[in-house]
């Protein structure tokens, strides 16, 4: 997956070993993998990335975002046509109505990203 570490790394004048010594392995053989695609960055990555480089993970990692954003969307989906399916009370209307609303949110957002 297309990422924008090493831009943002090299931006800040950092080696590979710095950066792996700053996110907490000390190993430039992970940055050079996160930095080529070939491994999927963790959370505690993600996190340190964004405070490192002060940009989000859409911005870091477009190719994962737009995944993510995607699977999560087609959840949202199913969630809500079981909630149609079984609209029997308040509780249910009233996540509906939540689920339209978090949708409509996430498409303002990422308008033309996915």
């Known amino acids: ?35 080529n695609g070939t491994k999927t960055p963790t959370l505690k990555e993600i996190v340190i990335f964004e405070l490192l480089f002060d940009k989000a993970i859409s911005r870091i990692f477009p190719d994962l975002y737009t995944k993510l954003a ?18 029997y ?4 209307a009233e996540k509906l109505a939540a689920i339209r609303k978090v949708r409509h949110e996430i498409a303002k957002e990422n308008e033309g990203r996915i």
Request: aromatic letters at 8%.
């Open 1 to 35: 997956m297309y990422n924008y570490v090493r831009p943002h790394r090299v931006n800040i004048g950092l080696t590979q070993k710095e950066l792996g010594y700053l996110i907490g392995n000390g190993d430039n053989a992970r940055i050079s993998k996160l930095e």
């Open 70 to 87: 995607n699977d999560f969307l087609q959840r949202l989906d199913l969630f809500e046509q079981h909630l149609q399916e079984n609209l």
């Open 89 to 92: 009370s308040q509780t249910e």
